[in-house]
């Protein structure tokens, strides 16, 4: 909601400077959006009168002006088309500042003397959106003679601060500036100045015999229908128009301004219809015929269903109630008889239609939240009265009001005892029925109670809580002094899980990694590209019932076609090298026999994604250091071949403690293939769900040993196809509680190696926590490693 500073202060006194008051109206609750100032850093313009307008001598498209400022003529060369002798003009004289920081200085065009610059409305800082159509591709022709030589900005209030406040869907009072003074009012003290609202309506003729008639009560509640005979319309006064651009809205005649006006007034959307295009003088508040075609004022034809309301004649649909009027029955520069129209319509239609036929308004947007039914009256005698003080027109005595069902002010009872002590403050009762009047919400003691009468604008306020957020945003939530809770006190923190999640994602961010985030919902298809087979429990979906479409029709069962679709954008983008990781969930329904828990399991998964520079070793790598910053100890690789996602002799299952957390390797050629890789991808899919219950994070301090440690070397030749891990394992298990640590430190094929075998050297590290170790205690565990190599894998000691 645009509030122009000036404008406001018609409704209430306000002595604050601008952020000042700002500042204290976003305490109270109406929070300040922004602040612009209009005709800021504009300065050296004054009225001025066209005396005489003469062609220039050395250029046809400019003409030489003589200008009266009142103490002084001055010439101006100016290639203005829309001026006239006897035209009262802004005049920007030698040394003045306009908009976008133009500095106006004596000059000469095509040798003859130009003492200033006719102005336009952008070149005085209003928004091109605002201006109206005549007087976008020219100068500003005031609208009356005013005092030359007076500054532009005492005649037109150009210059102003506009307030942006973030109104709140379930304030639609406050869409309109009697709604603003009413919060002004309770924030700073004062009272709330209200039109004198006063119809001459000196015709005696009453109505013309408009009849109303509500067929859709549920889509209209109220509507009043006000006759202005003898129309001439024209554009609106100045003061009007600023008003309306300040606010955001563009001029465009006087009767339309008028209507405008009152809907930011009051908040309540008014229309006018040409009452000539009226069939029998009647309005009929019907529903829309199924596939009626309708063409509304922005000269686009728009189908309707029976879901919505228009209003109609006898013979056709003359507007969409409370979003848009048709092209049919606009008002234009031959209208002479006016119906206006002030309504109260359903505000789920109107959200419904408006979002159905795509198309927004300023009356559409207050309707779609809720208007007081109760204010339609005095909205349509508002314009009625502008009508009359602007000439637009001549009153009809009476209007036609239709209102089958008034809405009533509502009463409630709340307790002032229990208000305080949510509020952690002592008012009195006094105070609080001060700050409810403040909001011109009436109130009563009555014993533990202040019986409350609700008014009709605010709907917002159905219980007890509602009105303790009105005393406590009034009183001043600043105002109420910090305390300590009493009672349990639960402090908030993070769960073990989430910790745990937090830590992985460090781990992988200082390796170099960059999380992703990817859709939960999925294509069925998606598994198809990562070579699943037919009987995988990845095809058992989790279906949705009313899915957007096929690609987002079930719940993933694996990370990994995501993970895919980001690689893939990333190669085809030209992205040389990418690390990518996810934490998230994939989705396995339950037994259908399992009616009582009919959820899905959510299984917390990791995908660790990778190309460029990368090898299955690097990707190992990244596996072992992210376990090893999770605390989980014994980390075992064996060679996986079936695994039908991935390169099968480049592939590895990940076990710990004799589980399987999840599979690496490189990506299967087919399947880098089906994404349109030309690179070769390195994936894991880890079991976060399983990661967590191995995790230990809490780190254990370890004295520094007091024995020294013992070191032995170990080649041994095997065969080409034992593992490494084989190796080890041997060593583990023969190693005793001696056993340190041990190291590859050498992999050798060659000469003195026999045909398909190979040498593997270890260095193991030997040491006792209580004593020195002595070579017999060494050589014995040694030997003993050497024999199980032997007897187990077939291995013998290189020589």
Same mark, same amino acid.
């Given at each position: 909601?645009?509030?122009?500073?000036?404008?406001?202060?018609?409704?209430?006194?306000?002595?604050?400077?601008?952020?000042?008051? @700002?500042?204290?109206?976003?305490?109270?609750?109406?929070?300040?959006?922004? /602040?612009?100032?209009?005709?800021?850093?504009?300065?050296? &313009?004054?009225?001025?009168?066209?005396?005489?307008?003469?062609?220039?001598?050395?250029?046809?498209?400019?003409?030489?002006?003589?200008?009266?400022?009142?103490?002084?003529?001055?010439?101006?060369?100016?290639?203005?088309?829309?001026?006239?002798?006897?035209?009262? /003009?802004?005049?920007?004289?030698?040394?003045?500042?306009?908009?976008?920081?133009?500095?106006?200085?004596?000059?000469?065009?095509?040798?003859?003397?130009?003492?200033?610059?006719?102005?336009?409305?952008?070149?005085?800082?209003?928004?091109?959106?605002?201006?109206?159509?005549?007087?976008?591709?020219?100068?500003?022709?005031?609208?009356?003679?005013?005092?030359?030589?007076?500054?532009?900005?005492?005649?037109?209030?150009?210059?102003?601060?506009?307030?942006?406040?973030?109104?709140?869907?379930?304030?639609?009072?406050?869409?309109?500036?009697?709604?603003?003074?009413?919060?002004?009012?309770?924030?700073?003290? @004062?009272?709330?100045?209200?039109?004198?609202?006063?119809?001459?309506?000196?015709?005696?003729?009453?109505?013309?015999?408009?009849?109303?008639?509500?067929?859709?009560?549920?889509?209209?509640?109220?509507?009043?229908?006000?006759?202005?005979?003898?129309?001439?319309? =024209?554009?609106?006064?100045?003061?009007?128009?600023?008003?309306?651009?300040?606010?955001?809205?563009?001029?465009?005649?006087?009767? &339309?301004?008028?209507?405008?006006?009152?809907?930011?007034?009051?908040?309540?959307?008014?229309?006018?219809?040409?009452?000539?295009?009226?069939?029998?003088?009647?309005?009929?508040?019907?529903?829309?015929?199924?596939?009626?075609?309708?063409?509304? +004022?922005?000269?686009?034809?728009?189908?309707?269903?029976?879901?919505?309301?228009?209003?109609?004649?006898?013979?056709?649909?003359?507007?969409?109630?409370?979003?848009?009027?048709?092209?049919?029955?606009?008002?234009?520069?031959?209208?002479?008889?006016?119906?206006?129209?002030?309504?109260?319509?359903?505000?789920?239609? /109107?959200?419904?239609?408006?979002?159905?036929?795509?198309?927004?308004?300023?009356?559409?947007?207050?309707?779609?939240?809720?208007?007081?039914?109760?204010?339609?009256?005095?909205?349509?005698? *508002?314009?009625?009265?502008?009508?009359?003080? +602007?000439?637009?027109?001549? &009153?009809?005595?009476?209007?036609?009001?239709?209102?089958?069902?008034?809405?009533?002010?509502?009463?409630?009872?709340?307790?002032?005892? *229990?208000?305080?002590?949510?509020?952690?403050?002592?008012?009195?009762?006094?105070?609080?029925?001060?700050?409810?009047?403040?909001?011109?919400?009436?109130?009563?003691?009555? @014993?533990?109670?202040?019986?409350?009468?609700?008014?009709?604008?605010?709907?917002?306020?159905?219980?007890?809580?509602?009105?303790?957020?009105?005393?406590?945003?009034?009183?001043?939530?600043?105002?109420?002094?910090?305390?300590?809770?009493?009672?349990?006190?639960?402090?908030?923190?993070?769960?073990?899980?989430?910790?745990?999640?937090?830590?992985?994602?460090?781990?992988? +961010?200082?390796?170099?990694?960059?999380?992703?985030?990817?859709?939960?919902?999925?294509?069925?298809?998606?598994?198809?590209?990562?070579?699943?087979?037919?009987?995988?429990?990845?095809?058992?979906?989790?279906?949705?019932?009313?899915?957007?479409?096929?690609?987002?029709?079930?719940?993933?069962?694996?990370?990994?076609?995501?993970?895919?679709?980001?690689?893939?954008?990333?190669?085809?983008?030209?992205?040389?090298?990418?690390?990518?990781?996810?934490?998230?969930?994939?989705?396995?329904?339950?037994?259908?026999?399992?009616?009582?828990?009919?959820?899905?399991?959510?299984?917390?998964?990791?995908?660790?994604?990778?190309?460029?520079?990368?090898?299955?070793?690097?990707?190992?790598?990244?596996?072992?250091?992210?376990?090893?910053?999770?605390?989980?100890?014994?980390?075992?690789?064996?060679?996986?071949?079936?695994?039908?996602?991935?390169?099968?002799?480049?592939?590895?299952?990940?076990?710990?403690?004799?589980?399987?957390?999840?599979?690496?390797?490189?990506?299967?050629? =087919? &399947?880098?293939?089906?994404?349109?890789?030309?690179?070769?991808?390195?994936?894991?899919? +880890?079991?976060?769900?399983?990661?967590?219950?191995?995790?230990?994070?809490?780190?254990?301090?370890?004295?520094?040993?007091?024995?020294?440690?013992?070191?032995?070397?170990?080649?041994?030749?095997?065969?080409?196809?034992?593992?490494?891990?084989?190796?080890?394992?041997?060593? =583990?298990?023969?190693?005793?509680?001696?056993?340190?640590?041990?190291?590859?430190?050498?992999?050798?094929?060659?000469?003195?190696?026999?045909?398909?075998?190979?040498? /593997?050297?270890?260095?193991?590290?030997?040491?006792?926590?209580?004593?020195?170790?002595?070579?017999?205690?060494?050589?014995?565990?040694?030997?003993?490693?050497?024999? @199980?190599?032997?007897?187990?894998?077939?291995?013998?000691?290189?020589?």
């Amino acid at each position: 909601m645009l509030v122009p500073l000036k404008w406001l202060k018609e409704y209430v006194d306000i002595d604050q400077n601008v952020i000042e008051f @700002g500042d204290r109206m976003t305490m109270s609750g109406s929070k300040v959006e922004g /602040i612009e100032s209009f005709g800021e850093g504009i300065n050296g &313009v004054v009225v001025g009168k066209i005396e005489s307008i003469q062609p220039h001598p050395n250029a046809d498209k400019l003409v030489i002006t003589q200008i009266n400022i009142g103490d002084q003529t001055l010439q101006i060369v100016t290639g203005a088309k829309n001026i006239n002798e006897g035209d009262y /003009i802004p005049v920007a004289t030698v040394g003045s500042n306009l908009a976008g920081g133009l500095k106006i200085k004596k000059g000469k065009l095509r040798g003859e003397v130009s003492e200033g610059m006719l102005c336009s409305q952008e070149e005085l800082g209003i928004p091109m959106k605002l201006i109206p159509e005549e007087l976008k591709d020219g100068i500003w022709i005031l609208d009356k003679p005013y005092k030359l030589g007076a500054n532009i900005f005492d005649v037109a209030e150009l210059q102003d601060d506009i307030i942006e406040f973030e109104i709140t869907s379930n304030r639609p009072d406050c869409l309109s500036m009697i709604g603003m003074a009413r919060e002004a009012v309770a924030t700073i003290g @004062g009272r709330v100045k209200h039109p004198e609202v006063a119809i001459k309506a000196e015709d005696e003729t009453t109505t013309f015999g408009v009849k109303v008639d509500i067929h859709d009560q549920e889509g209209c509640t109220r509507y009043i229908a006000r006759v202005i005979k003898d129309a001439v319309i =024209q554009p609106s006064p100045l003061w009007m128009q600023q008003r309306l651009m300040k606010a955001g809205v563009r001029p465009i005649n006087n009767i &339309v301004d008028i209507t405008n006006y009152v809907m930011l007034e009051y908040g309540q959307p008014l229309h006018a219809f040409d009452m000539d295009y009226i069939a029998d003088n009647s309005i009929i508040v019907r529903k829309a015929n199924d596939g009626e075609i309708f063409k509304t +004022l922005d000269d686009v034809e728009r189908q309707l269903d029976e879901t919505m309301t228009v209003i109609a004649d006898t013979t056709k649909a003359l507007a969409i109630a409370g979003v848009m009027g048709g092209e049919e029955s606009e008002v234009t520069e031959n209208t002479k008889t006016i119906l206006l129209e002030s309504a109260h319509f359903n505000k789920d239609r /109107i959200r419904a239609t408006s979002k159905q036929i795509g198309l927004r308004t300023e009356a559409s947007a207050r309707y779609e939240k809720g208007v007081d039914s109760n204010i339609a009256s005095i909205a349509a005698d *508002r314009a009625c009265q502008l009508i009359e003080m +602007l000439g637009a027109g001549t &009153v009809l005595k009476e209007s036609v009001d239709v209102y089958p069902a008034a809405k009533e002010a509502r009463q409630l009872k709340i307790r002032h005892g *229990r208000m305080n002590d949510l509020l952690g403050i002592k008012l009195t009762v006094e105070e609080m029925i001060n700050i409810l009047k403040s909001l011109e919400i009436s109130a009563e003691e009555d @014993g533990e109670h202040l019986v409350v009468t609700v008014p009709t604008f605010r709907d917002d306020l159905q219980m007890e809580a509602d009105f303790l957020e009105e005393l406590g945003r009034i009183y001043g939530f600043d105002k109420i002094p910090s305390t300590m809770a009493k009672g349990n006190i639960v402090v908030g923190g993070k769960t073990n899980g989430q910790l745990i999640e937090d830590r992985a994602k460090e781990s992988l +961010l200082s390796l170099g990694f960059n999380e992703i985030l990817t859709f939960s919902f999925v294509s069925p298809k998606s598994v198809d590209k990562i070579n699943v087979g037919e009987n995988s429990i990845k095809r058992n979906f989790v279906k949705l019932l009313n899915p957007l479409g096929d690609e987002t029709s079930v719940m993933r069962t694996s990370l990994l076609p995501n993970m895919m679709e980001v690689l893939s954008r990333n190669v085809n983008h030209k992205v040389e090298a990418a690390r990518a990781f996810e934490l998230g969930s994939i989705f396995i329904p339950k037994s259908e026999c399992n009616a009582k828990d009919p959820l899905p399991y959510e299984i917390a998964n990791l995908v660790i994604g990778m190309y460029g520079n990368e090898d299955f070793y690097s990707l190992k790598g990244v596996v072992e250091a992210l376990f090893n910053r999770l605390g989980i100890k014994d980390l075992e690789f064996e060679v996986e071949k079936n695994h039908t996602s991935f390169h099968p002799g480049r592939c590895a299952n990940i076990f710990v403690g004799g589980h399987i957390v999840g599979v690496m390797g490189e990506l299967h050629p =087919q &399947v880098a293939e089906n994404y349109d890789i030309s690179k070769r991808c390195y994936i894991a899919e +880890l079991d976060f769900y399983l990661m967590m219950q191995f995790t230990r994070v809490t780190t254990m301090y370890k004295p520094l040993p007091k024995y020294p440690a013992m070191t032995r070397d170990l080649a041994v030749i095997v065969k080409e196809e034992i593992m490494v891990r084989e190796i080890e394992k041997i060593i =583990q298990a023969n190693g005793g509680d001696i056993l340190e640590s041990f190291e590859l430190f050498d992999l050798y094929r060659g000469n003195q190696i026999p045909e398909g075998h190979k040498s /593997i050297a270890y260095t193991i590290t030997y040491r006792h926590s209580d004593r020195t170790l002595t070579d017999e205690e060494v050589n014995k565990v040694q030997d003993a490693v050497v024999a @199980g190599i032997k007897s187990e894998i077939g291995g013998t000691l290189r020589e």
